[in-house]
């Protein structure tokens, strides 16, 4: 059982027209972002590789995206009361930013040791900060008390079906790109963008295989794909720290189920082979979970030979020292 159970009478699961929704939801609001080829990259796989560039999205990864559209589709007597997220990482920025730009007021429950920079940068975007201790207190708790409290409507990282709509449009604007994909890989923590880019890939490529990366420390995706229902992990412990979600989510869960052939792992050392090539052989800094497809294909560990493959970078938020530390190994 998983800790959002007993609200399966309000699941909506979202399809390929919430994808087209969100696509016109943000529409100027977020990036068009790059899709960038390497030759080297290519040779490396024996493939034509195709990357999303989610790194040099708005607040640095596809967060963006998915926050967007799920205030944008909001209510506007809902909007007023304001939105709500707990996160320590990239989804509380995507919020944040994403409510200031529709003026909707925003608060973000975060953990009293979350790092200074990411707090201030929370409070930068005019989001109200509280504090909890995630040692004691329950953050989904404080935050339903909050949301209670304001009439205001929480939108959790990945299980909720206008946030995985907006995951989606990153391969939607992708696959337009390139054509027709073999594959498509994807980056996944609690599932919300593997769902979302599956319901595009499958919805324009019908023949397109799409497969899930998770560290090989947090393989609850893998686990749940193979056994049939959401299996739940304790903390994983990993670099990818945008794929540490202990269980996908409900709303994105029968998507997997229904549209992704399957999910593989990497360890950490394969994800800082792969940002150290992404910073000497194309020039751009990928963080540790952005990594987690790219690391995937450049080890063999999903066949690609002579395949057309599109591969999300799903963000590029890592702290500059951490990011020197770990790519020259010091
Ligand atoms: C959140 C995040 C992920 C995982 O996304 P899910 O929708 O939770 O699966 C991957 N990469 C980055 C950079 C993220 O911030």
Do not use: W
């Amino acid at each position: 059982m998983n800790d959002s159970g007993g609200q399966s009478q309000s699941l909506r699961i979202p399809t390929f027209d919430d994808v087209l929704a969100a696509r016109a939801r943000i529409a100027g609001q977020a990036h068009r972002t790059p899709v960038l080829t390497s030759r080297t990259a290519d040779a490396r796989a024996g493939a034509t590789l195709f990357f999303k560039a989610e790194n040099l999205q708005r607040v640095g990864a596809f967060k963006f995206r998915g926050a967007y559209n799920a205030i944008a589709a909001l209510a506007p007597e809902a909007s007023r009361n304001g939105v709500v997220a707990f996160s320590s990482g990239n989804h509380a920025q995507a919020i944040a930013y994403a409510a200031q730009l529709q003026g909707v007021p925003a608060t973000i429950v975060m953990p009293q040791d979350a790092p200074a920079m990411k707090m201030a940068a929370t409070s930068g975007y005019g989001a109200e900060i509280i504090l909890y201790d995630r040692y004691t207190e329950d953050r989904q708790a404080i935050s339903d008390r909050i949301a209670r409290e304001r009439g205001a409507a929480l939108i959790p990282p990945y299980d909720h079906p206008d946030v995985i709509a907006g995951q989606g449009t990153a391969a939607l604007e992708l696959i337009e790109e390139t054509g027709a994909l073999d594959l498509l890989v994807v980056p996944l923590g609690g599932g919300g963008l593997l769902a979302g880019s599956a319901l595009a890939a499958r919805a324009l490529s019908s023949g397109c295989t799409v497969i899930g990366v998770e560290p090989e420390a947090g393989n609850d995706g893998q686990q749940s794909l193979r056994k049939g229902e959401i299996v739940t992990i304790p903390v994983p412990r990993s670099i990818a720290d945008g794929a540490l979600p202990t269980h996908v989510g409900n709303h994105n869960f029968p998507i997997l189920q229904d549209k992704v052939a399957d999910i593989v792992t990497v360890t950490d050392a394969q994800l800082v082979e792969t940002m150290r090539f992404f910073a000497e052989r194309m020039k751009i800094i990928v963080e540790p979970t952005g990594c987690l497809a790219a690391a995937a294909v450049f080890n063999g560990i999903i066949p690609c030979n002579g395949k057309r493959v599109g591969i999300v970078l799903s963000g590029g938020n890592v702290d500059i020292a951490a990011f020197a530390a770990m790519v020259t190994g010091t």
